[in-house]
Nanobody
Framework: QVQLVESGGGLVQAGGSLRLSCAAS????????MGWFRQAPGKEREFVAA????????YYANSVKGRFTISGDNAKNTVTLQMNSLKPEDTAVYYC??????????????????????WGQGTQVTVSS
């Protein structure tokens, strides 16, 4: 059974930084891509960033481009999200997700939650103004 566990959330002032980590486990775990999503109260889950292992391609939502950096190690089944210059509107529960290597997904598809097969429990990030 695949399990994703996030860590690193917390409370930070605007302009500060946080680093989220995600570790995947499971005897047969393999992923096509891993990503980060977030969900604020009363809002839909939205894409933040993703990394597709084939070719090392990385994708960001426009709202975080230039401030957040995703990185990962496919061999170790880990992915991190370095978040700098945080804003109050970044406040949300952040989720790690992985997509099974069953079919090709285009860049646009990696921003869709339904394209991912496994999810972590989420970690709260709160940015105070």
């Amino acid at each position: 059974q695949v399990q994703l566990v996030e860590s690193g959330g917390g409370l930070v002032q605007a302009g500060g930084s946080l680093r989220l980590s995600c570790a995947a486990s499971g005897r047969t775990f393999r992923s096509y891509a891993m990503g980060w999503f977030r969900q604020a109260p009363g809002k839909e889950r939205e894409f933040v960033a993703a990394i597709r292992w084939s070719g090392g391609r990385i994708y960001y939502a426009n709202s975080v481009k230039g401030r957040f950096t995703i990185s990962g190690d496919n061999a170790k089944n880990t992915v991190t999200l370095q978040m700098n210059s945080l804003k109050p509107e970044d406040t949300a529960v952040y989720y790690c997700a992985s997509a099974d290597p069953t079919y090709y997904r285009s860049t646009d598809r990696l921003s869709i939650p339904g394209e991912y097969d496994h999810w972590g429990q989420g970690t709260q990030v709160t940015v105070s103004s």
